[in-house]
């Protein structure tokens, strides 16, 4: 059954356009993340080095962190930061979620 919600053809087509993401942040692996804002900022937040085991979970740990963080109000480049401390404690450890670490692993390194 379920709500009908409306047609399609009744929206209004974003203010952005195609324009983008307004703070993207790009994960490059063992290489790190790559900031860009709105504002003119580009940075490139450099990855910790391990020892990297199964990467099986790295990018869903990267996401979730990163939108905790995001959630909980943190700048951008320290958001980013924390996701990819996430990841890389994800990628030492074997399988999806036995590698996911918590916030206090996270927070530890």
Not at 16 to 29: D, F, H, Q, T, Y
Not at 65 to 77: D, N, Q, S, W, Y
């Amino acid at each position: 059954m379920g709500r009908t919600i409306g047609d399609q053809r009744e929206r209004k087509p974003s203010s952005r356009g195609s324009a983008g993401p307004e703070r993207p942040a790009a994960p490059l692996g063992a290489s790190g993340s790559f900031v860009a804002t709105s504002d003119g900022v580009r940075e490139k937040v450099p990855a910790l080095r391990v020892e990297a085991v199964d990467a099986t979970a790295a990018g869903d740990s990267y996401s979730g962190a990163l939108a905790v963080a995001l959630a909980e109000g943190r700048a951008l480049t320290e958001a980013v930061a924390f996701a990819s401390k996430a990841a890389s404690l994800s990628v030492q450890k074997f399988g999806a979620q036995p590698s996911l670490p918590t916030r206090e692993e996270i927070e530890n390194v």
